[in-house]
């Protein structure tokens, strides 16, 4: 129960934490919006893709506080899901747009947390 709650708050909190990085430098939130320069600040310095990192973290809390444990491969299936449909698609579109200055926060940055 208290993973649950752990993970639900870290996914919850990582969204709120996100959005408030692109509305405070005037970034588009949704997908493949308009974007002028990369946010790299608060969890964008763990992190590439932490909007998405905090939607499977609330799935897995779901699956924790819920259970049954097998349903983690639903939580499973949506970051493969997140990494094929948009990770991978914004990260050209973001290489379009922002050039050098993106590849360069790409290479110091882990797409998920690490991995």
């Keep these: 129960m208290l993973a649950g709650l752990g993970a639900l708050l870290c996914g919850c909190g990582l969204n709120v934490w996100a959005v ?16 002028e320069r990369v946010v790299d600040g608060g969890p964008y310095r763990f992190s590439r893709n932490p909007m998405y990192l905090g939607l499977v973290l609330i799935s897995a809390a779901f699956v924790l506080l819920a259970g049954p444990l097998w349903n983690a491969g639903f939580a499973a299936a949506l970051g493969v899901w997140l990494h094929l449909r948009f990770v991978l ?8 747009r922002l050039g050098a200055a993106y590849l360069e926060y790409a290479s110091r940055r882990a797409r998920w947390l690490g991995l």
């Design 20 to 35: 408030w990085m692109f509305r405070r430098g005037e970034a588009g939130v949704c997908p493949f919006s308009a974007v």
């Design 89 to 96: 698609p914004e990260e050209e579109f973001l290489r379009e």
